[in-house]
Structures are given as C-alpha cells and as structure tokens.
C-alpha cells in the first residue's frame, strides 16, 4: 500500500534527521515516479506529496500533460540537448545538468519563454564509466563558464551512488558531494549559494541523510519493486 510505504519512508527521514541532529525539515523528499501510473501519481499527490521526480523528458510530458502544476517536476534523469527545450517547459527543477554545453543549451530555452531554469549540476562521486556527471575537479570550471548565462540559476550539486549491497561502502561518495559544496561555497567561485544536495535513494537513503542530503530521490520504497 502507498500509504503505508510513504509513512514508513517519511518516518525514516525522520529518524535519519535526528540521528544526525537535523530538523526534518531540512530534507525533502523527491518521489520517483518514473515506474508509477498515473493514478499512482495521483494518490501519492492526494496524501500530501507534492514534488515527484521523472528520469525522462518524454514519460514526464504525457504525466505532465495530465497533472500538470499540481505536482512541482524534477528531472533527475540524464537530459540530452535536444530536449532542453521540452525540459525547460517541464520541471522546476534539473538535477542532472552534467556538462557546460547543456547548461548553455538550458539557458537559451529558458530564456526564450522568459523563465529563470533553476538547476543541479550532477557529479560523478564515484568515477564510474557508466555514470553521467562532471568530475568533482571539472565543476570549479563548470562555474567559470556558467557563470554569465542569466537564465540559469545553480541551486547546488546532485549525485548517484554506486549500487552496492552495503549502504556504509557508498558514504564516502556522499561525503565527498558535500565536501565539494563546502568548499565551492568558501572559495566563492560562484555567485551562487550551493545548498542543495540531492542525493540517495531507496536503498542509500540514510546513510546520504546523515552525511548532508537535502533532497533524496525515492522510488520502490513507495511504489514498490517492479
Ligand atoms: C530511479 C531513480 C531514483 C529512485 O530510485 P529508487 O531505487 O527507486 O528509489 C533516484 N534517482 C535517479 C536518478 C533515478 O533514476
């Protein structure tokens, strides 16, 4: 049952929060309907939810179609240039931003249809091949080079954890994205104010808590395993 999925995760932020002397507000929780129907959707909206998570442009036009601004809309999956467009349409906020050439791309759509694209930039903590994200030592740059693109506004860093059966092998990628927020924060790169840290998801939620996430990113724990 969603309801009870959604009570059980939501009392695990909780708990996560007080572990590491978080008020519960610090952390939201981004639900993941990339493998949910519509009138899932709909039933987590109706018991309070209000930002749901997509991983593709196209899955998230025909949800968006149907529910439109009643849900606030986060890409969270890799984003190709040509869909900038629709992208920018879309979501309120992109989490996977994972070069400069798609920032660019993002800030010309957005400035077309007068709105400021808020975005993460996503880093690949961990070095995997497979993984989309700039290095850590790329992002200093990324902010360099962004920095004059107006129609775009950096919020903060996002990341994707090796899977691992171990949630502990994994937090010193989680460390690693909020040390590098830290630190882009003193250096002052940036005009900006990085504060958020979008990661964990069903299975490394906690431990991504306790080492600083803002925003985890949960699908199966609600809607269960597919
Ligand atoms: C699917 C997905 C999630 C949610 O994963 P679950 O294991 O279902 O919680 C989070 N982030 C990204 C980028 C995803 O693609």
């Keep these: ?8 995760v ?18 939201k929780l981004i639900c ?12 987590v909206l109706a018991l309070g939810i209000k930002d749901i998570g997509e991983n593709r442009v196209q899955d998230a036009a025909l949800k968006y179609k149907a529910i439109g601004d009643k849900a606030t809309w986060h890409l969270i999956g890799h984003l190709q240039t040509n869909k900038a467009k629709e992208a920018v349409r879309i979501f309120s906020l992109i989490h996977s931003t994972d070069s400069i050439r798609l920032a660019k791309e993002i800030d010309r759509e957005a400035k077309k249809i007068g ?21 850590p030592d790329d992002v200093a740059e990324f902010f360099r080079e962004v920095s004059p693109y107006t129609n ?10 090796p899977e691992v059966d171990d949630p502990e092998k994994i937090r010193p990628y989680f460390r690693k994205l909020r ?8 250096i002052r790169y940036t005009i900006y104010d990085i504060r958020i840290l979008s990661m964990g998801m069903t299975n490394d939620f906690e431990v991504a808590i306790e080492e600083g996430a803002t925003m985890v990113r949960i699908g199966r724990a609600i809607f269960g395993e597919k």
Excluded: H, Y
């Design 1 to 8: 049952m969603i309801i009870d999925n959604l009570k059980a």
């Design 10 to 27: 939501t009392q695990r932020i909780s708990r996560s929060c007080e572990k590491s002397g978080r008020p519960p507000a610090d952390v």
């Design 32 to 43: 993941v309907t990339k493998e949910a129907s519509l009138s899932q959707i709909e039933q």
């Design 115 to 135: 709105k400021i694209q808020d975005i993460l930039i996503q880093v690949n903590t961990s070095g995997e091949a497979s993984k989309f994200g700039l290095a």
């Design 152 to 161: 775009i506004s950096i919020l903060g860093l996002m990341t994707i954890a």
């Design 179 to 186: 040390e590098l927020r830290d630190e882009l924060n003193d």
